[in-house]
């Protein structure tokens, strides 16, 4: 589905993304953890294209994305969710809803609706008084009414209880399952192994591991190193 | 007297116009981020085609109000093309957009005053004038207050209810997700300049026929209509509605009380002004104002 090769990049002089190369299958849900800071949201947001690579190559579908904008990534059906500012505060629900399907010819709202039953009691709310669940639900039920063949997630159970980490996780393991390979940038490393497949350790712009997420998991070295104990990268 | 029949019409002619500039100068706003000060120049500009039309051509104004608004509306989209949307993709900021739009401004009225002279103008229509409430009322004033109606109803359903102009709200909202959601942007931003420039167009026939033309023409009504933007609540499209009514009662009621008083109504203009220190200190947020969102 997507193939990263030794992708590099960064704001201005400050190069974040280091050297990294990861790849995903059709159906997979890989994620990638690591201490803050540490270059995984920029990762998403390069392969998004809202930030250009200063070297490196992007393969999705089979085709060279590379330095592609974001606009035509998501009509190749690339789906992405930044971590804040995801939805449109003015816009309600509904709206926000069609604004994912804006460039379906005849979008399937009552299926989304279906799928975040939730949603659908406050279509007619502004989004901008949702909770900080529901936005994410939201902001996932607007990228993937572009039926996208991958999602990008930033951190979504960011700020969230951990009541509602847990839902929104099943969420994301059934939009895996069902609708769209997922690339999971998270902090909560455990919720986050348990849905994916496969995972990667970002630290201080480097990928250092990689493997099968329950692998991660009872890989006691990694966990103490990397994702059991605040490190050197956290401020 | 201060609140005759009379100056009920006035006020709401003059409010009429100043809704059609508040609610362009409001989208572009909204959507760039910027406060595009050549949108006096697109009130003027419209004004003057619609003279040729008219005027110089000798046809009906109803066909230069039509050829204003076409025209009007294209100058916006040219002037973003060749000046705002480089601005843009250079990363630039707002402050440096609205020094931009001044300039173009500039140009542009010193292109009308050189093409037409400084001197007084007037478009050439019949014009019947009927007795209302004790008062009067024209023709053409009819016409203002019909068609500046139906323009904001028009407007509420193509923002509300229509996909270019959610498009335009989410734009407003959040331009990057905007983008993440397939919305081409940039195709939308041809619209704002289009709708903007035209009602800005349609604006400077409306004080024209109603007034006078002079290059003068859509300057002198900026500082009015930035008042009701700012008194509306700054990028609020119902608060500028309602603003702009309230500005054309204060102006007529404040000229009356002028007058009342023997003193000079010259000093109208002064009227905006102090509407729009005052909102300043007491609510700086407008009438409809939020607090921006980040």
Redesign the interface.
Known sequence: MLTVESLSSGYGQMNVVNDISINISQGEIVVIIGPNGCGKSTLLKTIFGLIKPYSGKMIFKGEDITGSRPFDLVGKGMGFVPQIDNVFPNLSVMENIEMGGYLEKKPDFSEIFDFFPILHDKKKEKARSLSGGERQMLAMARALMTRPGLILLDEPSAGLAPKMVGMLMEKIKEIGKTRSSVILVEQNVKSALSIADRGYIMVMGRKVFEGKADEILDHKEIGRLYLGKKDACEP | MPFSSQIIINSMVTGSIYVLIAIGLTMIYKVLKFANFMHAELVTFGAYMAYIINVSLGMDLVYGLIIAFLLTGILGIITDRLVFKKLRSKGSDVISMMIASIGIGLLVRQIIQESWGPQLRWYEFQDTTYDFLGGSITGLQIFILISSTLLIFLLHFLFMKT?TG??M??I???P??????????ENILLWVWFIGGGLAGIAGVFRGADTRLVPLLGWEILLPAFAVVILGGIGSFYGAIIAAYVLGFSENIGVAVLSELSISTGYRPAIAFIILILVLILRPSGIMGTKE?T
Do not use: H, P, V
Request: charged fraction near 30%; glycine fraction near 6%.
């Open positions: 996909r959610k498009a709200r989410a407003s909202d959040n990057q997700l905007a983008m993440a959601c397939g919305i081409d942007t969102e």
